[in-house]
């Protein structure tokens, strides 16, 4: 019995001494760990904060939409960059963020690039369904007012044309005009131009300076259609079933074309003057 105890004993020294042992390496291990993170981390710093690391020019910014890079003169348009500044500081997800509120952008994505040091920069442009003329009474209180032609997508947003051609220089305009304020339609158009753009009645112009009289210019001719209501859809669609009226009536002799009530559309006629008369000896 004496033997069996002190052998116990014995074995557990033993374990209590292995234990130790094991504490102590594990102890060792994780201050070796901590020394190799701080020493990475360090290092990454040190490399981060040399002089390579900087954005010194425009040059080092690659700017594209698809696969076609932008000119300079275009990426000078759209960012507000300063230069020379640590490629760390910079912040792409606030330079893509300032891109997007760029009339011309719809979506733009920012990385950095190491190796050489420099940045990517994607952009999507706007795509314009419509050349847009605004007009507006001068600040002079003169009486007059002046134009300024630009673009519209199909969500109504105003886009102008100097800074679009800047970004895609081989702009093709597109054929349908709209005249007006761009404040007082846009709300409506991305539920207007969907419809205009699929009648099957050729629309070349809008013509949205009275709201309360919306007008278009068509292959039939000119069509008032009033102010924009739930109808819309039916009067466009009444347009189609117009499209032989050429044949039936002048097109010489038709003034517009009166879709408000789309149940009782009209055709207005110009009115000819009545040759005067000889009077009777």
């Known amino acids: ?24 390496m594990k102890i060792i291990q994780a201050i070796w760990r901590t020394l190799a993170v701080t020493g990475l981390a360090g290092g990454l710093l040190w490399v981060a904060l ?3 690391w900087v954005l010194k020019t425009p040059d080092q910014v690659l700017m594209k939409s698809g696969n076609q890079p932008l000119s300079q003169e275009a ?18 997800g606030a330079i893509a963020d300032a891109l997007k509120k760029q009339p011309t952008i719809s979506q733009a994505t920012v990385s950095r690039r190491l190796f050489p040091p420099g940045l990517i920069i994607e952009v999507a442009e706007r795509v314009p369904v419509a050349v847009a003329q605004r007009t507006q009474a001068q600040s002079n209180n003169s009486g007059n007012k002046q134009s300024t032609t630009g673009l519209i997508d199909a969500n109504g947003v105003w886009i102008p044309l100097d800074k679009y051609k ?3 220089p081989q702009i093709k305009l597109p054929s349908l005009k709209v005249i007006g304020t761009p404040e007082q339609y846009a709300r409506y158009w991305s539920k207007v131009y969907p419809y205009l ?11 949205y300076r009275d709201p309360n009289n919306l007008i278009l210019k068509t292959e039939l001719g000119k069509v008032s259609l009033g102010a924009i209501t739930s109808q819309l859809p039916d009067q466009i669609n009444l347009l189609a079933q117009l499209r032989h009226i050429n044949t039936k009536l002048n097109p010489a002799e038709i003034d517009y074309i009166d879709l408000k009530n789309p149940d009782s559309p009209l055709v207005h006629m110009i009115q000819k003057a009545e040759p005067p008369k000889t009077p009777t000896p």
């Not at 990426?75 to 500081?89: A, E, F, G, V």
């Open 166 to 168: 800047l970004v895609n």
């Open 75 to 92: 990426m000078k348009s759209l960012l507000n960059l300063s230069y020379p500044q640590s490629l760390w500081r910079i912040q792409p």
């Open 50 to 52: 040399q002089p390579i």
């Open 1 to 24: 019995m004496p033997d069996i105890v002190s052998v116990s004993q014995k074995e557990l020294a033993q374990r209590r001494k292995k234990l130790r042992r094991q504490r102590q």
């Open 197 to 207: 753009s699929t009648s099957s009645v050729k629309i070349t112009e809008v013509d």
